[in-house]
Each structure stands twice: as structure tokens, then as C-alpha cells.
């Protein structure tokens, strides 16, 4: 079975803080994604990546930046978290570019106070 | 300030009813369009997708639809049961593949 997996399931910062969301894939998927869900809103794409230190924005990638030294690991860095940030993070994978199943994390509920 | 969220859209069925959720789409280019079930507390696990050249593909107790004449797609799930209780998404795939786009989402809420 694919695993995707995030490092925290909560997670609390203060405004200005730098925050790390971590994703970790273990089945050799090519692409992921870092979606925000907020209620009514479904999930919007911040980034995603295709390769290995390749990375292409989506949707809403103001006030994010993400990171992918290795094929097995998707970071997504808040520089300077603020109030508006705070949502639910989801990370995902998928084999290869053109598959439909996308498997994903848990997800992170952060809270930006 | 705090962002307002939308109402997400709720359709509430009777057990053993069928259900039909609907979606619109405004990208005529992608190849596949996707339906996603979230549970509560749980990531979105894929359902089935529909190609882009087809109108119809049915899986167990689940047929989607595509029409795209007026960019509209559905999944109807038969025979309704509690566990299917959830958030429904729609998907498609766009940028050669390499994005999946979400629509915002409808719950489904099953009543004994």
C-alpha cells in the first residue's frame, strides 16, 4: 500500500514564525502536491513538483515556498506564518504525471495564533 | 481579516436511495476528470475517473458521468449506505498531467 505521510496532524505557531510541513512518500511517486482546505473552498494547490528540486506554483503560492531535494520528500515552508494561513495542509502524490489516483496524507491542521 | 468561508453544498439522502452528485468544470483541455471521496478526519481517496473522449464509465455502485457540451460531470452512487457518508470532490488533470485541480466539494449525508 503507498504511504503518505505528514509530519504533524496539529500544529500551533505564532505570527512571523517559520513553519515546516514535512510529506514523505515511500513508493516512488514522481509528482507532489501541496493543497490548503479550507471549509467551502475544497482544495487549492499552493505548489507542486514534478522531479526532484523542480517545483511549479499553483493556485495560490503567495507567502509559501516549497522544497524537494529528495524524490521521497515535499516540504511546504511558510516564511512568516500569518493568521490567514491557518487551514488544514494536505500533501500528495501521484506515479507519474497523467495517473488520476492521487494518494494522500493525513493531513496538517495548522493554527497560526 | 479572517477569510469567510463558502457553505459547503450538502445533499442528504435516505439509505438505499441512489444519489447523484454534480459538478461543472471550466477546463475543456484536461484528459481525465476524477471523483474523490473524503472521510471525516482522512485525506481524498480516489473513487474513478472518467477519460475525456468518453460520457460514461461505471465502477461497483458508482457510474460517472461527463457531458461536455456543457461541462458538467456527476456521480451517481446506488443503492446509498452510511459509510458512504463523506465530502465528494471532483478532479480533472491538466498541464500535461502534472496537476490535479479540486472542485470545492459537496457533502453527502446519508440518513438511516
Known amino acids: 500500500d503507498v504511504k503518505v505521510t505528514q509530519s504533524s496532524r496539529y500544529l500551533v505557531k505564532r505570527t512571523g514564525e517559520k513553519v515546516f510541513l514535512e510529506c514523505v512518500q515511500d513508493m516512488d511517486h514522481e509528482n507532489m502536491f501541496w493543497y490548503r482546505q479550507d471549509p467551502g473552498l475544497g482544495l487549492r494547490l499552493i505548489y507542486f513538483s514534478y522531479d526532484v528540486k523542480m517545483k511549479e506554483k499553483g493556485d495560490i503560492p503567495e507567502g509559501y515556498s516549497v522544497s524537494r531535494e529528495k524524490k521521497e520528500r515535499f516540504s511546504l515552508i511558510l516564511e512568516s506564518a500569518s493568521t490567514n494561513q491557518t487551514s488544514m495542509y494536505l500533501c500528495?502524490?501521484?506515479?507519474?504525471?497523467?495517473?488520476?489516483?492521487?494518494?494522500f496524507g493525513q493531513g496538517t491542521r495548522l493554527t497560526v495564533v | 481579516g479572517e477569510s469567510v468561508g463558502l457553505h459547503l453544498p450538502t445533499l442528504s439522502v435516505q439509505e438505499g436511495d441512489n444519489s447523484i452528485i454534480n459538478c461543472a468544470y471550466s477546463n475543456s483541455a484536461s484528459d481525465y476528470f476524477i471523483w474523490y471521496k473524503q472521510e471525516s478526519g482522512k485525506g481524498p481517496q480516489f473513487i474513478i475517473d472518467i477519460r475525456s473522449n468518453m460520457d460514461k464509465r461505471q465502477g461497483q455502485r458508482v457510474t460517472v458521468l461527463l457531458n461536455k457540451t456543457v461541462k458538467h460531470l456527476s456521480l451517481q452512487i446506488a443503492a446509498t449506505q452510511p459509510g458512504d457518508s463523506a465530502v465528494y470532490f471532483c478532479a480533472e488533470n491538466n498541464n500535461a498531467g502534472n496537476m490535479l485541480t479540486f472542485g470545492g466539494g459537496t457533502r453527502l449525508m446519508v440518513k438511516p
Open positions: 500528495a502524490s501521484i506515479l507519474y504525471p497523467g495517473s488520476t489516483e492521487a494518494f
